[in-house]
Structures are given as structure tokens and as C-alpha cells.
């Protein structure tokens, strides 16, 4: 059974950092991509971020890029988010994903593809003065 347990939400004021982790149990493939999501109050989830474990390649959304950095701990199986220069439209409850395949899915718009097997429960991220 897979398990994803997000961790390191809260309230910070813009320009503050924080980092998420995901940590991640029962997932057997030799490989699998593990992404964060994140939703805002009455809009659509959008992927943010993406870990390719099959050759570590990443994936930012243009808003993030610059910003975010996405890490895995091997030993832990743990992957990690680090959010710096936050600001008030990075606000949302931001969800850890992962499938078992080769590389992160990005559609045609450049998005990154919704339809991962696994989610996590979510944790929430407030970003206000």
C-alpha cells in the first residue's frame, strides 16, 4: 500500500521560506515520479513541481521557477520542497504525488499532467503579512 505523508506547511509572511517534505512508503517500481501540487481556494489544482527518479530530472511551473527547488533524500525516501521568496499567490494546500513511471508527465501546454495514482492527504501553505 502506498503511503505519501506531507509535512512543513504553515503560515509565513511574503518573501519568508519553507520546506515541504514528502515522505513516501510502499511504492515498489524501479523507478516512479514524485511531484507537489498545489491549490488555491476556488481555482484548479496546477502542478508546481516534479522529481524524475529514473534520471533526476525536474520540473518547475514558470511561476515557481527560480524560486523552488524539489530534492530527494534516498535514504529516507523522502522528497522535499524548498520554497523561497514566498508570496501571497503561493497560498494553497499543496499536495505530494507520485506514479510509477519513467519520467514526470508534462502535457503540450507545458502543464504538468493531473493523473498521478497516488496523492497524499495535503498540507496547507499561507503566505500573508
Known amino acids: 500500500q502506498v503511503q505519501l505523508v506531507e509535512s512543513g506547511g504553515g503560515l509565513v509572511q511574503p518573501g519568508e521560506s519553507l520546506t515541504l517534505s514528502c515522505a513516501a512508503s510502499g511504492l515498489t517500481a524501479d523507478y516512479y515520479a514524485i511531484a507537489w501540487f498545489r491549490q488555491a481556494p476556488g481555482k484548479e489544482r496546477e502542478g508546481v513541481s516534479c522529481?524524475?527518479?529514473?534520471?533526476?530530472?525536474?520540473y518547475y511551473a514558470d511561476s515557481v521557477k527560480g524560486r523552488f527547488t524539489i530534492s530527494r533524500d534516498n535514504a529516507k525516501n523522502t522528497v522535499h520542497l524548498q520554497m523561497n521568496s514566498l508570496q501571497p499567490e503561493d497560498t494553497g494546500v499543496y499536495y505530494c504525488?507520485?506514479?510509477?513511471?519513467?519520467?514526470?508527465?508534462?502535457?503540450?501546454?507545458?502543464?504538468?499532467?493531473?493523473?498521478?495514482?497516488?496523492w497524499g492527504q495535503g498540507t496547507q501553505v499561507t503566505v500573508a503579512s
Open positions: 504525488a507520485a506514479d510509477e513511471i519513467f519520467a514526470c508527465p508534462i502535457t503540450f501546454g507545458g502543464a504538468l499532467n493531473k493523473n498521478f495514482e497516488f
Open positions: 522529481f524524475s527518479t529514473s534520471d533526476g530530472n525536474t
